[in-house]
Nanobody, 113 residues
Framework: QVQLVESGGGLVQTGGSLRLSCAAS????????MNWLRQLPRKERELVAS???????NYADFVKGRFTISRDNAERTLDLQMNNLTPEDTANYYC???????WGQGTHVTVSS
């Protein structure tokens, strides 16, 4: 059974940092591209960053230079280091198993101005 469990969300001031983590189980983690997506209030879910099994990364333009996605295939974890946060980053953040319908429950990030 696939499980994706996010953690690390919370409240931070503008310019601050947070690190999100996703613990994965129930599938061959090292064989899948993993994604972080977010959903802003009243908006569609959007891709934030992705990382292939070999570590190649891709970022949305709105987070380039601020966010870093990483993975530990041995520990089966996916992380998102978020720096220089702004109120526009306030959203629910989701871990996603690429190419599938498997998502975590989400973790909420609030950035105060």
């Amino acid at each position: 059974q696939v499980q994706l469990v996010e953690s690390g969300g919370g409240l931070v001031q503008t310019g601050g940092s947070l690190r999100l983590s996703c613990a994965a189980s129930g599938f061959a983690f090292n064989m899948y591209t993993m994604n972080w997506l977010r959903q802003l209030p009243r908006k569609e879910r959007e891709l934030v960053a992705s990382i292939r099994p070999n570590g190649v990364t891709n970022y949305a333009d709105f987070v380039k230079g601020r966010f870093t996605i990483s993975r530990d295939n041995a520990e089966r974890t996916l992380d998102l280091q978020m720096n220089n946060l702004t109120p526009e980053d306030t959203a629910n953040y989701y871990c996603h198993m690429g190419g599938t319908g498997h998502w975590g429950q989400g973790t909420h990030v609030t950035v105060s101005s």
